[in-house]
Every structure is written in structure tokens, then in C-alpha cells.
């Protein structure tokens, strides 16, 4: 008998695992090809839905941008020429309107989307600004349980909507409530403040204890210098 090498040995195991495999493929054929198309399907939606959500979020953005860019228009005085490519407009009022529509359009087109949530929160302020409070009410409300960065800083522009409505009783659980969450979008200090502000004409002593408790959380900075102004300006309570 003769003998067979490692080399041949190794050469014929291949070989018959080869035949193995093809006589599996063709034993089940019709499943692995199934299979094999079901991958591919899956594959090829998945990345569809990738390429329409990237893109989608381009366009968002994009529209975001331009609104954002009229909002922060120049306003040019009567005989001011308007640098070439820039968008400017005669009022504020009009600067507004401008934006508050491109606000609208990217909600309708994209409110889902981030650029959606954080047109919501720029059309709150445009109404404010055009004086269409009740509309900004709602609209500030709604960018509230938006998450994210979004939210404080709608929930601050509800705050500082119902300040200059003098609705203070609902100002100040927002206001509070900003002090507690202390978010980088509106930090404790920018809270506290606004709520001393607040409480100077309506209740002195809570305001006197806002600006002490600033003074002494931030020593030797703007906050707590302004702090201690503010506290030495309040009204000295009768004894």
C-alpha cells in the first residue's frame, strides 16, 4: 500500500470538504439562496433608510440656517446700502416676519427632526418679539417637552414671557425648577438671577435671600459682584 504524504493527506481533506459543502448547497439550495436574498433586502433598505435620514436632516438643517440667518439680518436705516449677498430688512418687525415664516416652514417640513424642535423654540421667540403672545405661549410650551438643550431654554423664554405679562405665580415654579436642573443651556446662576429680578417688587426678602445665596456660591466673579449690588440696593426692611 502505498504511502500518502502530509502535503496529499492535507490536499484531500480540502478537497473533500470542498464536496461537502457544494453537495449541502445543492441539498438546500433554494433555503440558502432565500436566505441570501432576504440579507441583501434588509442590507439595501437599511442603508436606504440611513441615506433618507441623512439627507433629510441636511435639508432641515439647512432651513434652519436660513432662518436663523434673517433672524440675525441687518437692519438698514433709509439710503444704507445693503453689503452684496446679505439679506436685510427695514424693521425689526419685518426682520421677524421673515423668520417667523421660515420657522413655520421647517417645522412643517421637518418638526420631527432636531433642527424641527429647535425652529420651534426660535419661532416661541419671534412671537414674543412680534408681540403674539398668546400664539407664543403655546408655541414655548410645546418647545418645553422637547428635550434636550431645547428645552430649558424654552422653558426660560415661557418664564421671562409670563414676567413681562406679570404673571409671577407661574413664572416662578419654571424659574425654580431651572435652579434645580442647573443645565449648561441655562445655568443655576442664570435662573437665580432672573427670579431675584422677579422678586424685587413682589417679595424683597426672597429676593434678598436669591442674591445672598449668589453672592456666596459665586465670590469674585461678575455674578456675585452683581449680586451684591443688587442686594445693597433693596430696600432696607422696616424694624
Not at 500518502?4 to 481533506?13: A, G, P, T, V
Not at 436632516?57 to 446679505?86: F, M, N, Y
Not at 424641527?116 to 405661549?137: F, H, M, N, P
Given at each position: 500500500?502505498?504511502?500518502?504524504?502530509?502535503?496529499?493527506?492535507?490536499?484531500?481533506?480540502?478537497?473533500?470538504?470542498?464536496?461537502?459543502?457544494?453537495?449541502?448547497?445543492?441539498?438546500?439550495?433554494?433555503?440558502?439562496?432565500?436566505?441570501?436574498?432576504?440579507?441583501?433586502?434588509?442590507?439595501?433598505?437599511?442603508?436606504?433608510?440611513?441615506?433618507?435620514?441623512?439627507?433629510?436632516?441636511?435639508?432641515?438643517?439647512?432651513?434652519?440656517?436660513?432662518?436663523?440667518?434673517?433672524?440675525?439680518?441687518?437692519?438698514?436705516?433709509?439710503?444704507?446700502?445693503?453689503?452684496?449677498?446679505?439679506?436685510?430688512?427695514?424693521?425689526?418687525?419685518?426682520?421677524?416676519?421673515?423668520?417667523?415664516?421660515?420657522?413655520?416652514?421647517?417645522?412643517?417640513?421637518?418638526?420631527?427632526?432636531?433642527?424641527?424642535?429647535?425652529?420651534?423654540?426660535?419661532?416661541?421667540?419671534?412671537?414674543?418679539?412680534?408681540?403674539?403672545?398668546?400664539?407664543?405661549?403655546?408655541?414655548?410650551?410645546?418647545?418645553?417637552?422637547?428635550?434636550?438643550?431645547?428645552?430649558?431654554?424654552?422653558?426660560?423664554?415661557?418664564?421671562?414671557?409670563?414676567?413681562?405679562?406679570?404673571?409671577?405665580?407661574?413664572?416662578?415654579?419654571?424659574?425654580?425648577?431651572?435652579?434645580?436642573?442647573?443645565?449648561?443651556?441655562?445655568?443655576?446662576?442664570?435662573?437665580?438671577?432672573?427670579?431675584?429680578?422677579m422678586e424685587k417688587t413682589s417679595d424683597p426678602a426672597a429676593a434678598a435671600r436669591l442674591y445672598q445665596q449668589l453672592s456666596q456660591d459665586y465670590p469674585n466673579t461678575p455674578t456675585g459682584q452683581q449680586a451684591e449690588q443688587a442686594l445693597a440696593s433693596?430696600?432696607?426692611?422696616?424694624?
Amino acid at each position: 500500500m502505498a504511502n500518502i504524504s502530509r502535503q496529499e493527506l492535507k490536499s484531500d481533506e480540502f478537497v473533500s470538504g470542498v464536496d461537502a459543502a457544494f453537495e449541502f448547497y445543492l441539498q438546500h439550495q433554494k433555503q440558502i439562496l432565500t436566505i441570501l436574498v432576504i440579507v441583501v433586502v434588509v442590507v439595501a433598505s437599511a442603508y436606504g433608510v440611513y441615506a433618507w435620514n441623512h439627507s433629510r436632516t441636511q435639508k432641515a438643517e439647512a432651513a434652519l440656517s436660513t432662518g436663523l440667518d434673517r433672524l440675525h439680518a441687518p437692519i438698514l436705516a433709509k439710503g444704507q446700502t445693503a453689503p452684496p449677498g446679505v439679506e436685510t430688512f427695514a424693521s425689526a418687525q419685518d426682520r421677524a416676519r421673515a423668520a417667523q415664516e421660515q420657522f413655520e416652514k421647517v417645522i412643517a417640513d421637518y418638526g420631527s427632526t432636531r433642527a424641527g424642535k429647535i425652529a420651534r423654540y426660535y419661532l416661541g421667540l419671534t412671537q414674543v418679539e412680534l408681540q403674539q403672545t398668546s400664539q407664543a405661549e403655546s408655541t414655548l410650551q410645546q418647545a418645553s417637552q422637547s428635550g434636550g438643550a431645547v428645552q430649558p431654554l424654552a422653558q426660560n423664554a415661557l418664564a421671562n414671557l409670563y414676567i413681562s405679562e406679570g404673571k409671577a405665580e407661574q413664572a416662578r415654579p419654571i424659574l425654580e425648577a431651572l435652579i434645580k436642573q442647573n443645565s449648561p443651556a441655562v445655568p443655576k446662576a442664570v435662573a437665580m438671577t432672573e427670579l431675584a429680578e422677579m422678586e424685587k417688587t413682589s417679595d424683597p426678602a426672597a429676593a434678598a435671600r436669591l442674591y445672598q445665596q449668589l453672592s456666596q456660591d459665586y465670590p469674585n466673579t461678575p455674578t456675585g459682584q452683581q449680586a451684591e449690588q443688587a442686594l445693597a440696593s433693596l430696600p432696607k426692611p422696616a424694624r
